[in-house]
């Protein structure tokens, strides 16, 4: 049996996991899942259980932490060069 790896959502999903991808969809951004533990939202990689947030190209993760630091992040886009991700909070 094969996984599916870019299969978003999975039945063993964290709480943190399960409300990463309900925000990141709500907000009609593209996020795939290259790891059971990763989300990709553009160059932005989030480990949701951990609440790691880290860019591609970084060497380090960011000291936020969480879903909370990931909405900010995402609204700021102050870090990543890579690609700019605009993001409406009216969605």
Excluded: H
């Excluded at 039945?11 to 991808?21: K, L, V, W």
């Excluded at 996020?31 to 380090?60: A, H, S």
């Amino acid at each position: 049996m094969t996984k599916n790896l870019d299969a978003i959502r999975r039945p063993m999903d964290s709480g943190e996991m399960r409300a990463a991808i309900t925000w990141l969809e709500k907000q009609g951004l593209l996020v795939r899942r290259p790891t059971e533990w990763q989300l990709k939202v553009g160059p932005i990689n989030f480990y949701p259980d951990r609440g790691t947030i880290i860019c591609d190209g970084e060497v380090e993760p960011l000291q936020s932490r969480g879903l909370g630091a990931l909405r900010d992040f995402l609204v700021r886009n102050t870090n990543c060069s890579a690609d700019v991700i605009m993001l409406s909070l009216d969605r």
